[in-house]
Nanobody, 125 residues
Framework: QVQLVESGGGLVQPGGSLRLSCTTS????????IGWFRQVPGKEREGVSC????????NTADSVKGRFTISRDNARNTVYLEMNNLKPEDTAIYYC??????????????????WGQGTQVTVSS
């Protein structure tokens, strides 16, 4: 079955960096766009960045643009989210999700049928 597994979260000081990984299985990775979302308790899940497979489109939220970089390794069925200059407001559970639609339109959580279990990122001194 479709599986997405996030890893790489943890505790980091403000200004630090983390790289999240989303390793997938159970579907044809090269046909799917992969998005990263994050959620703080009590708030809606927020789109962070999305990367297509078919046309290479990348779509990134303004709140993280210039600090976060998404990439994919089709040979490893994995998508990465490189996070630099982290801020306390980046603290959240980070999820990856998959869908067939390209990332020229980011969409919301309901537009992604397949999800991972999430990984906690905490930015604190």
């Amino acid at each position: 079955q479709v599986q997405l597994v996030e890893s790489g979260g943890g505790l980091v000081q403000p200004g630090g960096s983390l790289r999240l990984s989303c390793t997938t299985s159970g579907f044809t990775f090269g046909r799917y766009a992969i998005g990263w979302f994050r959620q703080v308790p009590g708030k809606e899940r927020e789109g962070v960045s999305c990367i297509s497979s078919t046309d290479g489109t990348i779509n990134t939220a303004d709140s993280v643009k210039g600090r976060f970089t998404i990439s994919r390794d089709n040979a490893r069925n994995t998508v990465y989210l490189e996070m630099n200059n982290l801020k306390p407001e980046d603290t959240a559970i980070y999820y990856c999700a998959a869908r067939l639609v390209v990332c020229s339109w980011f969409g919301g959580p309901d537009d992604y049928p397949h999800w991972g279990q999430g990984t906690q990122v905490t930015v604190s001194s």
